[in-house]
């Protein structure tokens, strides 16, 4: 379904490709971008959907239509998907009833697979939170703020190292760099083992990209590792890399995570050495790629305005502000799945127990309800509670503080860099309806 829009915060018919918007400070125009929205009709089942954009038109009318919708899954038995911002909150909310320890991703797992996997993420209250005391600690707000040198450090050491060069594929030579080199201080790891790790983190979060795996989980029967993190094979390595720091933590303690993961919980018990390897491969995963992927959306949405790309630079202290429209413009992890542990209603649908129910963050934090304009990029938007991180709820993101710094940091250090940059070649997408990821994203780049 074409048509017209009459603003960015219509709730008429939209265009297929692009809505105009117009960013704006103070009252004056900065510059005049294009955001995409895709098809209206688009099938979110599908990874293939998500490599030329979110789907943007659909989420919006299926926030107007049906904000509680089911979908039905090939080979799978579907899902109802959520993409009202007050309906994810009000799930997210309810650990009781929306429960995460059958899975946080699509795939359906029996129960042998979903214990033999099972991390912090697939675990509901009491647990998980004797869980996430363990580590906690090293990812608290006032710990993270103990860190603002050491990432500031890192940051210069990235952005000298591309300094000068006239064109960068910023994924690979900014965004890929800091987030690794900052989880291996973290994890007290060599840096010459870095790029081994990423690329061993890219195939279990990519697990749907042939890019970054040969075990595609839609292409290729992945049932021999169905026991393993992410359904892939590399979990093997990671697993054994991490068997083997744990083993050198227990000899020589310090003060990073994998230690601190050592440490008995609450009630006495020790992780086991399968929790410890599914853990593992969470933190390479997940502590790399996610903020990698934000810090490449956003500065594709920093090269679409020229004049807020200027302007941060020529007062990077309004970053503080804008790192948090970051966050909901690129809201990475595009959803998290939920079961039923009873029957409930939401949204004005029966939902029964059993039932998986699809959190859509990235339609939330779209939802004009909450946003106004929201496919304005808003550098100074107040209040702006994203559910990027997952808001405050049991699930908060473990690492929302640090990823926020990251961010934070590492455009205090480029932006004030660069003269201008415009783009160099067509943005390349991850092959995935879990992860939107920028796999590759070409600059020319003039620098100061």
């Not at 943007?56 to 039905?72: G, H, I, K, M, Q």
């Not at 906690?136 to 000068?164: C, M, N, P, W």
């Not at 000899?251 to 919980?265: G, I, N």
Request: hydrophobic residues 40%; charged residues 30%; aromatic residues 8%.
């Amino acid at each position: 379904m074409a048509g017209t829009v009459t603003g960015p915060s219509s709730f008429g018919p939209k265009r297929l490709h692009s809505l105009p918007a117009v960013e704006k400070q103070g009252g004056d125009a900065m510059s005049v971008t294009e955001v995409e929205l895709g098809d209206d009709h688009a099938d979110i089942t599908r990874h293939d959907t998500f490599v030329t954009g979110v789907p943007y038109a659909t989420f919006d009318r299926l926030r107007r239509e049906e904000p509680v919708s089911w979908w039905d899954e090939d080979g799978s038995r579907g899902f109802w998907a959520l993409t009202r911002y007050r309906d994810v909150i009000a799930a997210e909310r309810q650990p009781e009833v929306f429960s995460s320890a059958k899975g946080i991703r699509l795939e359906d797992m029996d129960e042998e697979e979903t214990e033999a996997r099972r991390t912090l993420m697939e675990m509901d209250p009491p647990g998980h939170t004797r869980y996430r005391r363990l580590v906690s600690r090293v990812f608290t707000r006032k710990a993270v703020l103990a860190y603002e040198d050491a990432i500031r450090t890192l940051a210069r050491q990235v952005v000298d190292e591309v300094h000068g060069t006239p064109l960068v594929d910023f994924t690979d030579l900014v965004a890929r760099r800091l987030p690794m080199r900052m989880l291996g201080r973290l994890l007290d790891l060599p840096p010459d083992d870095y790029d081994w790790l990423v690329t061993r983190g890219d195939a279990l979060i990519a697990n749907s990209d042939p890019d970054f795996t040969d075990y595609v989980v839609d292409q290729v029967d992945t049932s021999a590792y169905r026991l393993l993190p992410f359904r892939s094979p590399v979990a093997v390595e990671l697993i054994g890399y991490g068997r083997e720091a744990f083993e050198a933590r227990r000899r020589h303690p310090s003060e990073d995570v994998l230690t601190a993961l050592l440490a008995p919980m609450p009630n006495g018990e020790h992780l086991s050495e399968a929790e410890l390897g599914n853990f593992f491969c969470l933190l390479v995963a997940a502590g790399n790629d996610t903020t990698r992927y934000s810090m490449a959306a956003s500065m594709k949405a920093l090269v679409e305005r020229p004049a807020l790309l200027s302007a941060l630079a020529e007062e990077p202290g309004r970053l503080d502000v804008a790192v948090d429209e970051m966050l909901r413009w690129t809201s990475v992890t595009m959803h998290f799945r939920r079961t039923a542990a009873q029957d409930t209603e939401l949204g004005g649908k029966q939902i029964r127990a059993g039932d998986k129910v699809v959190l859509w963050f990235v339609a939330a934090n779209y939802d004009p309800e909450q946003f106004p304009d929201p496919y304005h990029f808003d550098a100074e938007r107040r209040p702006n509670d994203h559910v990027t991180f997952g808001l405050k709820t049991p699930h908060l993101c473990l690492g929302a503080h640090l990823a926020r710094m990251e961010l934070r940091v590492l455009f205090e250090e480029l932006l004030p860099r660069i003269d201008s940059a415009a783009f160099a070649g067509p943005t390349e997408r991850l092959r995935s309806n879990f992860i939107a990821g920028i796999k590759h994203l070409p600059l020319e780049i003039s620098w100061k």
